[in-house]
């Protein structure tokens, strides 16, 4: 039996019914994924004709309601339920999609440094000047271009031939400052099979990639232009917090100072630089409109994009299949897990227009099935009363 108690005036979202389990549901991982629960309905409100906005809220094709699973370890996921697969605009997409892959990138280097004990990693962050009012559409265009046909290009090739590199792994990204406005840039982390002095390398390669972007309509410093980074413990930092979404919003000011060591890209002198996930926070926690724009142009000029790529030959070497599509990781289910119950279609309704999502899986693997079921008749009764309007 689980106590329905108040549930924190501040916590609640707008419109949320005044009694829920708050004792339950407070742990790290739930309060991660209520978040990302919220920041897709705030995807679904700024564009409500794409299918994010449905992601993880409409049922499959023939399914009579929504399934709950808990995995050994633990951990409830629903079943049934329509996933987008969009791994630049939809939160929960994107947290699974981001998870896969890191852990790939991961085995990619543990397997290099197993087989070439002489062997660096580095990774080279990448990116062009830029200044607020450039269309991002533009700018990443061109970027990507310049990308594109540098790896084509002799003076590239032949550099990597002669520092002996096996192959690399491309990881696209972009952020938003007020100052200089959009941020397209690319981290990609190179492979060699034996040792490279850095500081040598970034020379020679930023000679090629300046020469390429130039022609490309694009300028840089030599500063900022292309950054080169060896260290073991840089690549390990880098690579394990890929994907990963700061839990703090950016403008808090004690997250920052208490956070300092963990930040990645959070800004520099032109002021702090938002990820397009910040933007939607910000849109969902003041109320401000402005991010929307910002985040609907993000969305299209990043649509079909490639958020990572793996050069030929280079997932075989170190023992990795074909890679998966973002739609086929965000759809399966990832570890074996076991069916708890079935949630009908209107206490789900009642469940997603409360958005209480996240909350009813805390629900499931603090309390089990009987408490969700305690859960969902109360969300329900809320639901009718809301629906039969004032009497
Ligand atoms: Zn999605």
Same mark, same amino acid.
């Given at each position: 039996m689980i106590e329905i108690a108040a549930l924190d005036a501040a916590q #609640?979202? $707008? !419109?949320?019914?005044?009694?829920?389990? #708050?004792? $339950? !549901?407070?742990g790290r991982r739930g309060d991660a994924r209520r978040k990302r629960g919220e920041l897709q309905k705030a995807v679904g409100h700024i564009?409500?004709?794409?299918r994010v906005a449905g992601c993880g809220i409409g049922l499959v094709p023939g399914a009579s309601g929504v399934a709950v699973y808990q995995s050994v370890e633990g951990t409830a996921h629903y079943g049934n339920l329509k996933t987008c697969g969009s791994v630049w605009v939809c939160p929960l997409c994107a947290a699974k999609i981001s998870e896969r892959r890191r852990g790939e990138i991961q085995t990619a280097i543990q397997v290099h440094y197993a087989q070439h004990g002489e062997g660096t990693i580095v990774i080279a962050a990448y990116t062009a000047s830029h200044k607020r009012g450039d269309a991002l559409s533009d700018t990443l265009t061109r970027f990507l271009k310049a990308q594109e046909s540098m790896k084509g290009n002799r003076p590239y090739k032949r550099l990597m031939a002669r520092y002996g590199a096996a192959g690399w792994i491309k990881s696209l990204e972009v952020t938003w400052g007020g100052e200089n406005g959009w941020h397209p840039h690319c981290h990609t982390l190179l492979f060699f099979d034996k040792p490279v002095d850095a500081e040598v390398f970034r020379r020679e390669l930023y000679g090629v990639w300046r020469d390429e972007a130039r022609a490309k309509g694009l300028s840089m410093t030599e500063a900022r232009g292309l950054v080169v980074q060896s260290a073991w413990g840089e690549v390990q930092d880098y690579v394990a917090k890929w994907g990963h979404e700061p839990t703090?919003?950016?403008?808090d000011a004690t997250a920052e100072l208490t956070k300092g060591h963990s930040k990645r890209a959070r800004g520099d002198e032109t002021g702090p630089r938002y990820t397009p996930f910040d933007l939607l926070r910000w849109y969902n926690q003041t109320g401000e409109i402005w991010p929307a724009p910002l985040f609907r142009e993000f969305a299209t000029a990043f649509?079909?994009?490639?958020q990572l790529d793996w050069s030929d030959g280079l997932r075989a070497r170190v023992g990795l299949g074909v890679k998966e599509s973002d739609e086929e990781i965000a759809a399966k289910m990832v570890t074996p897990a076991v069916l708890l119950g079935e949630i009908d279609r209107e206490r789900w309704a009642a469940v997603c227009h409360y958005e209480q999502r996240g909350q009813v899986l805390d629900v499931a693997e603090q309390g089990g099935w009987d408490a969700v079921v305690a859960v969902l008749d109360h969300l329900l009764e809320h639901y009718r009363a809301e629906a039969r309007g004032p009497t």
């Amino acid at each position: 039996m689980i106590e329905i108690a108040a549930l924190d005036a501040a916590q #609640a979202p $707008l !419109g949320t019914p005044a009694k829920l389990p #708050a004792a $339950l !549901g407070v742990g790290r991982r739930g309060d991660a994924r209520r978040k990302r629960g919220e920041l897709q309905k705030a995807v679904g409100h700024i564009m409500p004709e794409h299918r994010v906005a449905g992601c993880g809220i409409g049922l499959v094709p023939g399914a009579s309601g929504v399934a709950v699973y808990q995995s050994v370890e633990g951990t409830a996921h629903y079943g049934n339920l329509k996933t987008c697969g969009s791994v630049w605009v939809c939160p929960l997409c994107a947290a699974k999609i981001s998870e896969r892959r890191r852990g790939e990138i991961q085995t990619a280097i543990q397997v290099h440094y197993a087989q070439h004990g002489e062997g660096t990693i580095v990774i080279a962050a990448y990116t062009a000047s830029h200044k607020r009012g450039d269309a991002l559409s533009d700018t990443l265009t061109r970027f990507l271009k310049a990308q594109e046909s540098m790896k084509g290009n002799r003076p590239y090739k032949r550099l990597m031939a002669r520092y002996g590199a096996a192959g690399w792994i491309k990881s696209l990204e972009v952020t938003w400052g007020g100052e200089n406005g959009w941020h397209p840039h690319c981290h990609t982390l190179l492979f060699f099979d034996k040792p490279v002095d850095a500081e040598v390398f970034r020379r020679e390669l930023y000679g090629v990639w300046r020469d390429e972007a130039r022609a490309k309509g694009l300028s840089m410093t030599e500063a900022r232009g292309l950054v080169v980074q060896s260290a073991w413990g840089e690549v390990q930092d880098y690579v394990a917090k890929w994907g990963h979404e700061p839990t703090e919003p950016v403008w808090d000011a004690t997250a920052e100072l208490t956070k300092g060591h963990s930040k990645r890209a959070r800004g520099d002198e032109t002021g702090p630089r938002y990820t397009p996930f910040d933007l939607l926070r910000w849109y969902n926690q003041t109320g401000e409109i402005w991010p929307a724009p910002l985040f609907r142009e993000f969305a299209t000029a990043f649509k079909g994009k490639h958020q990572l790529d793996w050069s030929d030959g280079l997932r075989a070497r170190v023992g990795l299949g074909v890679k998966e599509s973002d739609e086929e990781i965000a759809a399966k289910m990832v570890t074996p897990a076991v069916l708890l119950g079935e949630i009908d279609r209107e206490r789900w309704a009642a469940v997603c227009h409360y958005e209480q999502r996240g909350q009813v899986l805390d629900v499931a693997e603090q309390g089990g099935w009987d408490a969700v079921v305690a859960v969902l008749d109360h969300l329900l009764e809320h639901y009718r009363a809301e629906a039969r309007g004032p009497t």
